[in-house]
Structure formats: C-alpha cells, structure tokens
C-alpha cells in the first residue's frame, strides 16, 4: 500500500508560480511512476504530467507544457510539480497518482494509488 499526501496548492494571480509536493509513505516509491491529474468544477479528471520510476522520462499534457515541470525525489518519497506562468484555466484540484508498472502513462486508469488532491486557483 502506498499513501498519497499533496500539499502546496492555494490562490495565485496569473503568471505567478506555485510548486506542488506529493509524499510518498511505503518503501516502494522508487519503483512507482508518478503522475500528476488535475480536475475542474464539472469536468472529467484529466492528465497534467507524469514521470518514470528514475525521473529519467517524463511527460506533459499540451496544455501545460513549457510552464510545468515535474520531478521528483526518490530519497524523500516525493514528486513535485512546479508550475509557472499560471492562468486562470489551471484552476482545478490537483491530484498526485502512482503507477507500479514504473512507465508513468496519461490515463487515470493506469494509475494504483491516488491522493486526496490540493485546490489550486488562478485569479485573472
């Protein structure tokens, strides 16, 4: 079992920056790819970033990419997603997931363990 914890979200004005964490609690983490999904009012869950179990791959959505990065810290159970120039359609719930394949895929179903999410909003 693998728990999930998000922290960092809260309001920002757009163009400002905001950097996610994710701990990790297990001794596994290093195997696991994690993604992160984000979620907005009346919308479906959709894919953010994702990254391999050695930070050596690492995917973006289209809408997010050149502003977001994530990485993460194998020695500190955590992945971050640091995210700039931040508009106001970036505004969501923002989730951490884990993949025990290790690969990191796009889909929420590839995913095993998820966290409870952290709300980030982007005033205009």
């Known amino acids: 079992q693998v728990q999930l914890v998000e922290s960092g979200g809260g309001l920002v004005q757009a163009g400002g920056s905001l950097r996610l964490s994710c701990a990790a609690s297990?001794?596994?983490?290093?195997?696991?790819?994690m993604g992160w999904f984000r979620q907005a009012p009346g919308k479906e869950r959709e894919f953010v970033a994702t990254?391999?179990?050695?930070?050596?791959?690492?995917l973006y959505a289209d809408s997010v990419k050149g502003r977001f990065t994530i990485s993460r810290d194998n020695a500190k159970n955590t992945v971050y997603l640091q995210m700039n120039s931040l508009k106001p359609e970036d505004t969501a719930v923002y989730y951490c997931?884990?993949?025990?394949?290790?690969?990191?895929?796009?889909?929420?179903?590839?995913?095993?363990?998820w966290g409870q999410g952290t709300q980030v909003t982007v005033s205009s």
């Open positions: 997931a884990a993949d025990r394949s290790g690969v990191g895929v796009v889909v929420t179903m590839g995913y095993d363990y």
């Open positions: 297990g001794r596994t983490f290093s195997s696991y790819a």
């Open positions: 990254i391999n179990w050695s930070g050596g791959s690492t």
